[in-house]
């Protein structure tokens, strides 16, 4: 796949991008409409509204006079992706090889790498409101629950300077990964370090778009 | 988008000690109780870039206060007109903290996270007396300095 970007031209940092998918049980996430649903006369029972901190049902024989931002949609969730390096200044994939050499009589060296373990670092990794990464990890930290994070993610390493948005952006896909908190604290702000260790699992196809809806399609 | 400068000004406008008062900015007339915005274009001073295109950012902005100065001295614990200048002063210094504890913040838009915002100074900085005017009048400064994440270089969203 050709790169997007111009000769002598340095790839962009964020163009390098580490996604983390993980499913969760069942989650209800209520979306607040801001402009008039076309089925608000007939499916006005299926939306919410809030009423103090819990969301109700609308009810009633007939639809309720539409009123911007006050009816919500719900939706089910279980997968959640989230892109890794959110106030993260530097993070880079670090391929650990292992490495055997030997010499020959005649002093030629022979180089054997035996195997990779991809590893990816982010320090800090800070606790920001709207994660739903740093939520879900923070609780299986501190409630030590190492099955939540010890081999519960697949991550996508996706080279945005490969591709376009009409053909895809390449797209590596490792499942059975692992994302561990390190630790939980800091000083102004709540950091949670994260070490990302990569299951070399590995699918190699592309990405129609940069945003957590894409879909990974494997190369033919 | 919204106009950064614009947004704190009208955040500012909602603080109960300024409302009343007219506040210019960068240039306005010099009246007791009147305000001034000032900008200080110091944006690239912190320029902090993350690996997902994001950029944190620094705004800053003084806000001067111009009191009518009294030559009347403090009796027998009577404030007097320089104190009540200084204290309205303080109020909205204590009114601008106090809002950033609740993360009440100026509406800079979708684009931008404000991650902070604070005063340089937990009292007000008297700048300088201007004797030629009748009366003559202290200038009180405020330094007010937001910290941003521009979220607009990003190419994931």
Redesign the interface.
């Known amino acids: 796949m050709p790169m997007n970007i111009n000769t002598g031209v340095r790839a962009a940092r964020k163009t390098l991008i580490t996604v983390a998918e993980w499913t969760v049980p069942p989650t209800d996430v209520f979306i607040l409409q801001t402009v008039a649903p076309d089925d608000w006369a007939s499916k006005y029972n299926t939306y919410y509204t809030k009423v103090g901190g819990a969301y109700e049902k609308v009810s009633g024989g007939s639809a309720p006079e539409w009123t911007p931002n006050t009816y919500y949609t719900k939706t089910e969730v279980t997968t959640h992706r989230e892109i890794l390096g959110a106030r993260t200044e530097d993070s880079s994939i670090e391929f650990n090889p292992d490495v055997e050499t030997s010499q020959d009589i005649l002093g030629k060296v022979y180089t054997d790498v035996n195997k990779t373990e991809p590893q990816q670092d982010f320090d800090p990794f800070y606790i920001l409101g709207g994660s739903a990464l740093a939520e879900y990890l923070s609780d299986a930290a501190l409630e030590n629950r190492l099955d939540a994070y010890s081999g519960a993610f697949t991550l996508y390493i996706i080279e945005a300077y490969k591709g376009n948005t009409g053909n895809g952006f390449k797209c590596v896909k490792h499942v059975n990964c692992s994302i561990i908190p390190t630790s939980l604290g800091g000083d102004a702000y709540v950091s949670m370090p994260i070490e990302v260790h990569f299951s070399n699992d590995i699918t190699v196809g592309t990405v129609d778009s940069l945003n957590s809806n894409f879909v990974f399609t494997p190369a033919g | 988008m919204i106009d950064k400068t614009t947004a704190i000004i009208e955040f500012l406008r909602e603080c109960p000690t300024i409302k009343a008062n007219p506040v210019f900015f960068n240039f306005g007339e010099v009246e007791d109780g009147t305000y001034q915005a000032n900008i200080q274009s110091d944006e690239v001073l912190l320029n902090?870039?993350?690996?997902?295109?994001?950029v944190?950012k620094r705004y800053t902005l003084f806000l001067d206060s111009f009191k009518s100065v009294s030559y009347i001295p403090v009796v027998n614990g009577k404030s007097d007109e320089n104190l009540e200048g200084f204290s309205e002063v303080q109020e909205v210094i204590d009114w601008i903290n106090d809002k950033s504890n609740k993360q009440e913040f100026p509406d800079f838009g979708d684009d931008f996270v404000i991650e902070d915002m604070k005063t340089l100074t937990d009292r007000p900085a008297l700048v300088g007396v201007n004797t030629q005017q009748n009366p003559p009048m202290a200038v009180y400064r405020i330094s007010i300095q937001i910290d941003y994440?521009d979220l607009t270089?990003?190419?994931?969203?």
């Open positions: 902090l870039h993350f690996i997902d295109g994001s944190l994440v270089k990003r190419i994931w969203c």
